[in-house]
Nanobody, 121 residues
């Protein structure tokens, strides 16, 4: 199982980035794949999850309306389009397999090394 993130960088507040997560080593369409982030002094925060079985998506409240998770099955890639970025979105973003959201709690299985997103004010 391999998940490789890319697309992070430095952006001004209000700007956009699109993160990519390339998946290999498992049946893509059976999975639920999502994103979580981690910043110094903050715990792991679930951001978004896409469940392939029914196409449902789940988002952290603070990113609803700004972030969109999507996928390209042919490329076995999951994307996170991030618009209207805020300094508090600054973190290392990881994509993870077998994501699930239960109320305000999130679960992730195996995940990649992450990509740094920095939003300057």
């Amino acid at each position: 199982v391999q998940l490789v993130e890319s697309g992070g960088g430095l952006v001004q507040a209000g700007g956009s980035l699109r993160l990519s997560c390339a998946a290999a080593g498992f049946t893509f369409d059976d999975a639920a794949i999502g994103w979580f982030r981690q910043a110094p002094g903050r715990g792991r925060e679930g951001v978004a999850c896409l469940r392939f079985s029914d196409g449902n998506t789940y988002y952290r409240d603070s990113v609803k309306g700004r972030f969109t998770i999507s996928s390209d099955g042919a490329k076995k890639t999951v994307y996170l389009q991030m618009n209207s970025l805020k300094p508090e979105d600054t973190a290392v973003y990881h994509c993870g397999r077998n994501c699930a959201k239960y109320g305000r709690n999130w679960e992730f299985g195996s995940y990649g090394q992450g990509t740094q997103v920095t939003v300057a004010s």
